[in-house]
T-cell receptor, first 113, second 115 residues
Framework: GENVEQHPSTLSVQEGDSAVIKCTYS??????FPWYKQELGKRPQLIID?????GEKKDQRIAVTLNKTAKHFSLHITETQPEDSAVYFC????????????FGSGTRLLVRP | NAGVMQNPRHLVRRRGQEARLRCSPM?????VYWYRQLPEEGLKFMVY????????ESGMPKERFSAEFPKEGPSILRIQQVVRGDSAAYFC?????????????FGQGTRLTVV
C-alpha cells in the first residue's frame, strides 16, 4: 500500500545551522508533497509544498526538493532559529480528485540557542 | 472565513461509552478528511467524505468507528464502545473540489481521552 518514510526521527542543530529532513514515498502516482509543522498541542500547519512538475521550491529560509525518479523529497531549513523547534511531517498525495494525505512519521527538530 | 472548526476540543469518555466528534469544513469546501494522531506518532488517514458520500474509508477500523457528512450540518466521526487505545488526537481537514492549486486545511483537533 501507500507508504511514506521519514528520516531522521529527531534532529538537534545549533541556532544558525541548517536542518535537512528526508522522505521517500512508495506510490509512483503521487504528485503533491506538502510539509507540515506541528507545535505541541497544535494542529499541523502547512509550511511549504511542491508539485511533481517542479524539482525545487524555495520560500525564504525554507526549501523543498523533489526527485521523482528516486521517489524522494527533502525539506531544507537554513539559518535555523529556536522558534523553528517543532515536529515536522512530510506527506504525499495523488491530487486528482482528493487531498488524501499519507504522512511520514515525523521529525522532532530542536534548535539549540 | 472561520477556518475548519472542530468540537469539542477535548473529550473525556469512560471505556464503553460513545464518542462523537464534529467537524465543520471551511466555507466552500465540500471534501472532509479525518486523521488520527496517536501520542508521539504521525497522522494516519482514516476516511474521506463528500456531502452524503463516503469516498474512501480505507483507514477506518473495521469495527466501532463510523463517519458521516450529511447534506446539512457538520461531519461526524463516531466511535462506539471506546477503549483506552482510542485515546488520540483526531484532526479533520477540508478542501475544495480536487485539482491542483489548493491545499487541505486542518482544524484544531479533538483530543479524546478514554479513562
Amino acid at each position: 500500500g501507500e507508504n511514506v518514510e521519514q528520516h531522521p526521527s529527531t534532529l538537534s542543530v545549533q541556532e544558525g545551522d541548517s536542518a535537512v529532513i528526508k522522505c521517500t514515498y512508495s506510490d509512483s502516482a503521487s504528485n503533491y508533497f506538502p510539509w507540515y509543522k506541528q507545535e505541541l498541542g497544535k494542529r499541523p500547519q502547512l509550511i511549504i509544498d511542491i508539485r511533481s512538475n517542479v524539482g525545487e521550491k524555495k520560500d525564504q529560509r525554507i526549501a523543498v526538493t523533489l526527485n521523482k525518479t528516486a521517489k524522494h523529497f527533502s525539506l531544507h531549513i537554513t539559518e535555523t532559529q529556536p522558534e523553528d523547534s517543532a515536529v515536522y511531517f512530510c506527506a504525499a498525495s495523488r491530487v486528482d480528485s482528493s487531498y488524501k494525505l499519507i504522512f511520514g512519521s515525523g521529525t522532532r527538530l530542536l534548535v539549540r540557542p | 472565513n472561520a477556518g475548519v472548526m472542530q468540537n469539542p476540543r477535548h473529550l473525556v469518555r469512560r471505556r464503553g461509552q460513545e464518542a462523537r466528534l464534529r467537524c465543520s469544513p471551511m466555507k466552500g469546501h465540500s471534501h472532509v478528511y479525518w486523521y488520527r494522531q496517536l501520542p508521539e506518532e504521525g497522522l494516519k488517514f482514516m476516511v474521506y467524505l463528500q456531502k452524503e458520500n463516503i469516498i474512501d474509508e480505507s483507514g477506518m477500523p473495521k469495527e466501532r468507528f463510523s463517519a458521516e457528512f450529511p447534506k446539512e450540518g457538520p461531519s461526524i466521526l463516531r466511535i462506539q464502545q471506546v477503549v483506552r487505545g482510542d485515546s488520540a488526537a483526531y484532526f479533520c481537514a477540508s478542501s475544495p473540489p480536487g485539482g491542483l492549486g489548493t491545499e487541505a486545511f486542518f482544524g484544531q483537533g479533538t483530543r479524546l481521552t478514554v479513562v
